[in-house]
T-cell receptor
Framework: AQSVTQLDSQVPVFEEAPVELRCNYS??????LFWYVQYPNQGLQLLLK??????LVKGINGFEAEFNKSQTSFHLRKPSVHISDTAEYFC???????????FGQGTRLTINP | DAGVTQSPTHLIKTRGQQVTLRCSPK?????VSWYQQALGQGPQFIFQ???????QRGNFPDRFSGHQFPNYSSELNVNALLLGDSALYLC????????????FGQGTRLTVV
């Protein structure tokens, strides 16, 4: 079975400050890792994904994440946030044998001017 | 490309009633998955359809059933509605295979009163 833990339910930051949203996962098999963003009253949009290869993954809107197998983590980072980044962020995992996504509880990112 | 479209966007039902939600996948996609997102929670996998058959199922009771049509569109049916079924229901489409990107619709907000 797979599970995802997002370590912060809410993260407030000031505009133009850096941010890190933390995600840890557990799985007994090889995994694929994803970060999705959900703006108010909308569905989920893929920010980035790790399938294999380089552990540093770059996504849309200036976000990046680093896969750390020894720490079973996949933290999301952005060097400078904007008001428009205010949203809910979800980390998710899927395995080789199962295409379903297992999501964390989400982290609400709030950007203060 | 219209992406993933879901209907209706909002729905109010009474306890004990039945509801049908609809999803049209992104053009070219053959796999449809359904997720339930309760308020303040991450999405939970309900089931996945491919080639008109249910291929994977999450931990949901038999009151939740689905169907996929030859044109890959899908329906989610919920019988004997409970207050706890109130949630955002998300449809995601993808190509068959591990690690493929899932595209989400805007969701259907179901309120059971």
């Amino acid at each position: 079975a797979q599970s995802v833990t997002q370590l912060d339910s809410q993260v407030p930051v000031f505009e133009e400050a850096p941010v890190e949203l933390r995600c840890n996962y557990s799985s007994s098999v090889s995994v694929y890792l994803f970060w999705y963003v959900q703006y108010p009253n909308q569905g989920l949009q893929l920010l980035l994904k790790y399938l294999s290869g380089s552990t540093l993954v770059k996504g849309i809107n200036g976000f990046e994440a680093e896969f750390n197998k020894s720490q079973t983590s996949f933290h999301l980072r952005k060097p400078s946030v904007h008001i428009s980044d205010t949203a809910e962020y979800f980390c998710a995992v899927s395995g080789e044998g199962a295409q379903k996504l297992v999501f964390g509880q989400g982290t609400r990112l709030t950007i203060n001017p | 490309d219209a992406g993933v479209t879901q209907s209706p966007t909002h729905l109010i039902k009474t306890r004990g009633q039945q509801v049908t939600l609809r999803c049209s996948p992104k053009s070219g996609h053959d796999t449809v998955s359904w997720y339930q997102q309760a308020l303040g929670q991450g999405p939970q996998f309900i089931f996945q359809y491919y080639e008109e058959e249910e291929r994977q199922r999450g931990n949901f009771p038999d009151r939740f059933s689905g169907h996929q049509f030859p044109n890959y569109s899908s329906e989610l049916n919920v019988n004997a509605l409970l207050l706890g079924d109130s949630a955002l229901y998300l449809c995601a489409s993808s190509l068959r295979g591990p690690g493929t990107e899932a595209f989400f619709g805007q969701g259907t907000r179901l309120t059971v009163v």
